[in-house]
């Protein structure tokens, strides 16, 4: 389990507006950071039009390389540090041109210049 790569974990158990459900997940935290079995990762929605105007959201095409059927927004607002045993399978990976925009959202929400 690497960052930038992208797998389909259960987020259920959830309290209020937290995303939930079984969905893909990109994992954002440095692969050289923590002694847990955890990962920190932002989930993957449905891309909507309206996202254009929200910089914690990032577009990504479906491509064999990430494993995704459908345009996608990669959600740096939900960001949360989850457990291995979430994990159930690995999907596919994202570019680093993609990963640099994630990690600008994540800048932007976490105030980070």
């Known amino acids: 389990m690497k960052r930038g790569e992208i797998w389909l974990i259960n987020l259920d158990n959830t309290i209020g507006a937290e995303i939930r459900k079984t969905r893909p997940v990109v994992i954002v935290s440095s692969d ?3 002694v847990l079995p955890l990962k920190v990762v932002a989930p993957i ?3 909507k039009a ?3 105007d929200v910089p914690w959201m ?3 095409s479906p491509s064999t390389q990430n494993g995704l059927e459908k345009p996608s927004s990669c959600d ?3 960001v949360r540090s989850v457990s291995v045993e979430r994990f159930i399978r690995k999907l596919g990976s994202l570019d680093l041109g993609l ?3 994630i990690s600008i959202s994540l800048a932007e929400v976490l ?3």
Do not use: L, N, S
């Open 45 to 47: 929605t449905d891309w």
């Open 99 to 101: 990963m640099k925009a």
């Open 32 to 34: 050289a950071v923590g």
């Open 76 to 78: 740096a607002f939900q």
């Open 50 to 52: 309206h996202y254009t």
């Open 58 to 60: 990032t577009e990504i």
């Open 111 to 113: 105030d980070i210049e």
